[in-house]
């Protein structure tokens, strides 16, 4: 079989599944996957002949692919904030709004070496991207899945960055470690009444436990850790969330009652309420 037609043959079996224009990317990340292939290689290499391993590979990503398994876990990474990581299903796929959660971080601590703690770890994604770009910062993660923690740990060796990964369940937590000068965490936030909402791939696949909160206790998670900061942040230390776009103003709400100030919403790139950033004081 040539590329060509492979790729002819995955276009027809997928786009019952999914728009032309998302096939076409998976293709061309599937490509560059196995092959090594640009889009442009792609397009100039139609009549070469692939090998049978080859064809193998890309039928058993179109099976996976019309179960809805994301793109990402059969490649087995994915890129944030420039950085490649590797992703399973014990860990979120890193999303694009949470680079911007990063990039505010990083505004706020420019020359600065805070000490930093990421909660809810997952790959590592957000605290892996402050270690690389916060020259001599402190950073810390925590996480309640050993799966994820050792992803996080390969992907912080990836990325020559070093980072103290540990295990706990934050919900059962008294205490934290040590003192930071900010504490960021994206926990889990999206209510049971949402999942129809939301596309296959994400409710077949990802890990539930790093999604979802109870409807009738959607705070659970972020008043847990807003007490555990309270006590655990520096004078003026910063506590950063990502947070349901439809929770905003309950959010701003039970962090006044918490004592936080300087309470800051924000929204991200498709303009839903999505960060928040308060201090203590």
Known sequence: MTLKQLKSNFTATLSENYPLEEVATFFNWLAEAYLGYSRFD????GPLEVTSNIETKF??????????????YIIGDTEFFGLPFKVTPATLIPRPETEEL???????????????????TGSGCIAISLAKNLENAAVSAVDISEEALHIAKQNALDNEVSVNFYQADILALNTLPHTYDCIVSNPPYVRALEKEFMQPNVLKHEPESALFVSNDNPLVFYTKIARLAEAHLSVNGTLYFEINEYLGKEMQDMLKAEGFAEIELRKDIFGKDRMLRCKRH
């Open 59 to 72: 039928l058993d990503a179109m099976k996976r692919l019309q179960n809805y398994e994301p793109i990402q």
């Open 102 to 120: 990063v990039q505010w971080i990083l505004s706020d601590f420019e020359n600065v070496a805070p000490s930093i703690l990421d909660i809810g």
């Open 42 to 45: 792609i397009s100039s290499n």
